[in-house]
């Protein structure tokens, strides 16, 4: 037999082989042979992890009627990026333009008689350097000294805009800052504006296996107690949270159900996700506030108490700007400066005296 006829033949008796083989397998699967093991992940167990995958409507409201205030959001302009505009963040623009998209809180702040101003650096899109002996505001502080509430997602800020910030809140300013788990760290001057503002954040991020909406990311938090900011929310989603603190005595107001774990130590957790110091509210997520999220839980209910919380203020802008140094700047007119004035008449001057002639 020749090489050709030889694998030939080898072929015909191993296609035999395979075919045979899968009828036979096909026959004892059909006739009733042990099924596959079951799954034994509890990711895909839980009947309740995915319950609903149709978001609600969002009815962002405000219940406030304050007098029209300005409230200026900072995104966090990376330099990477391109050129951006105001209408970038109410969402008119590319999604590289930047990743904040606050539309509810500001369309209900504008629909309501407030003016929403977006803070951007400068044509060049990065924080412009200054030196220790820099003179005069920062381009923020000039935006603060005519604003009433800032919104800010724990930008790296320098020691002069803080100072900035800090004189701001102590001038009765509202400030709302949310944070992300990847944000927590990454930048020193995050670090010190939570010191500025009295909050802390851990490192991590907090899930539930057990209960949590659409994936184990997505937790939900309930109120701690009756307030301003959770009056009507039976339970928040954050979509990806980290856990905040605050030096204020009572002052966490959301907290994660019961089921949540930190991802650091994967022990169970019921860090607050949103606290309140005085003014200054501090949220553990960002994501919550896009149109999508918006539209779950009682999110929405929770922006318009934001937005409530970021109108109703005391501060005067007019009689209370910021300056570089943190310290307010003198509100009557200045002049050159002479000798103080007393009541006391002053006498003229005396003339000098005369020679006398002799006669």
């Not at 200054?130 to 800020?157: H, N």
């Amino acid at each position: 037999m020749n090489r050709a006829a030889t694998l030939a033949a080898a072929f015909l008796v191993t296609f035999a082989t395979v075919t045979g083989g899968a009828a036979v397998v096909g026959f004892a699967s059909a006739d009733g042979a042990a099924p596959a093991p079951e799954i034994e992940n509890e990711h895909y167990l839980q009947d309740d992890l995915i319950k609903d995958r149709t978001p609600g409507e969002a009815n962002v409201e405000m219940s406030s009627d304050a007098a029209p205030q300005t409230v200026v959001v900072d995104p966090g302009i990376e330099p990477s990026r391109g050129p951006i505009g105001p209408l970038a963040l109410l969402g008119f623009g590319g999604p590289d333009v930047t990743d904040r998209d606050i539309r509810p809180l500001a369309n209900a702040l504008i629909e309501n008689g407030h003016e929403v101003r977006v803070y951007t650096p400068g044509e060049s899109e990065q924080r412009p350097p200054r030196g220790p002996d820099a003179d005069g505001p920062t381009p923020l502080g000039e935006e603060l000294a005519e604003a009433d509430a800032f919104v800010t997602f724990r930008t790296d800020y320098d020691q002069a805009e803080l100072e900035e910030i800090e004189t701001f809140v102590e001038a009765d300013g509202r400030v709302v800052m949310a944070t992300e788990p990847d944000a927590a760290f990454d930048r020193p001057g995050a670090a010190s504006l939570d010191a500025t503002l009295g909050t802390t954040t851990k490192p991590g991020y907090v899930y539930n296996m057990a209960e949590n909406d659409l994936n184990y990311q997505r937790v939900y938090a309930t109120p701690t107690d009756e307030s301003g900011l959770t009056d009507g929310v039976d339970r928040a989603m954050f979509a990806t949270a980290t856990p905040v603190e605050t030096a204020a005595a009572e002052g966490d107001e959301l907290r994660p159900i019961d089921g949540s774990e930190l991802s650091t130590s994967r022990a169970a957790t019921d860090a607050p996700l949103l606290v309140r110091n005085d003014g200054v509210v501090m949220i553990g997520d960002s994501d919550f506030l896009s149109p999508e999220n918006a539209q779950r839980a009682d999110n929405d209910v929770l922006i318009g108490n934001l937005a409530d919380f970021l109108a109703s203020n005391d501060r005067n802008p007019d009689r209370q700007p910021p300056t570089a140094g943190g310290t307010a700047e003198p509100t009557g007119p200045t002049g050159p400066v002479g000798p103080t004035p007393t009541d006391e008449p002053v006498e003229p001057p005396r003339e000098p005296p005369q020679n006398e002639t002799s006669g």
